[in-house]
């Protein structure tokens, strides 16, 4: 896969290194705060200066929505924060939302939060339609925390939902990314073309055209997917 066929999103903690990133070649920004606790919200200040800087070099900008760290399992109140951080990043100029939901079932496993899901949903479809075409929404790497056979229905279900992709490892955070190949080939196979799936989680500039290769995908997500002079 040629480098410019590969689009390569960048994970960015603030606007400090986007300049140097989209000039290296990342085409999307996933902009977040907090990075040690896997990402949150980011600021509106942040939202709005990394969308000047991102579009007027050509690049698109997907803002976090999480009110905090720790477990993605968020109560009403939560939600109602995420609906409030979804509008404003969108208000913003966001080219789309990233987030993610889960609940306990009643087995005590977990499961997508439909509901929570749903309400996201309906913010990205009104900025959608004030725009005249769909935001872009990325479910994250909550996607991890579900077992094997569930994955495979929660692609059909946030189908269903509308979602543009699903960022995952494809197995436990930290472990090396080409030891869930096979993983991550069969749930690009389930997705069938209906929504992307973005490998994510130990990709960098140095393996990203090999890994996108072995699962045929076109893009991948990371914070050193590009190199940073």
């Not at 300049?19 to 907090?34: F, H, M, T």
């Not at 509106?44 to 991102?54: R, T, W």
């Not at 059909?156 to 543009?164: I, P, R």
């Amino acid at each position: 896969m040629s480098t410019t066929s590969l689009l390569r999103e960048f994970s960015a903690e603030n606007a400090t290194d986007v300049p140097a990133a989209i000039d290296a070649g990342a085409q999307r920004i996933e902009l977040c705060d907090n990075m040690a606790q896997g990402g949150t919200s980011p600021s509106a200040g942040v939202i709005e200066g990394v969308v000047a800087c991102a579009h007027a070099r050509g690049a698109r900008v997907m803002a976090m929505v999480r009110p905090r760290g720790g477990n993605f399992e968020y109560s009403a109140a939560e939600v109602d924060m995420m609906e409030t951080d979804a509008r404003i990043a969108l208000e913003l100029g966001a080219d789309g939302i990233v987030f993610g939901c889960l609940a306990r079932t009643e087995d005590g496993g977990l499961d997508l939060d439909r509901a929570a899901l749903a309400r996201l949903m309906a913010i990205a479809r009104e900025a959608g339609e004030e725009r005249g075409e769909p935001v872009d929404v990325t479910f994250h790497m909550a996607f991890d925390e579900l077992g094997e056979k569930q994955q495979l229905a929660a692609i059909d279900t946030l189908v269903e939902l509308g979602f543009s992709r699903i960022l995952t490892h494809g197995g436990a955070a930290g472990t090396p990314i080409e030891e869930h190949v096979d993983r991550l080939r069969a749930l690009v196979a389930h997705a069938a073309g209906r929504i992307i799936i973005l490998p994510g989680g130990g990709i960098t500039h140095e393996n990203a055209e090999a890994v996108a290769a072995a699962l045929g995908v076109h893009e991948v997500h990371g914070t050193k997917i590009v190199k940073l002079a």
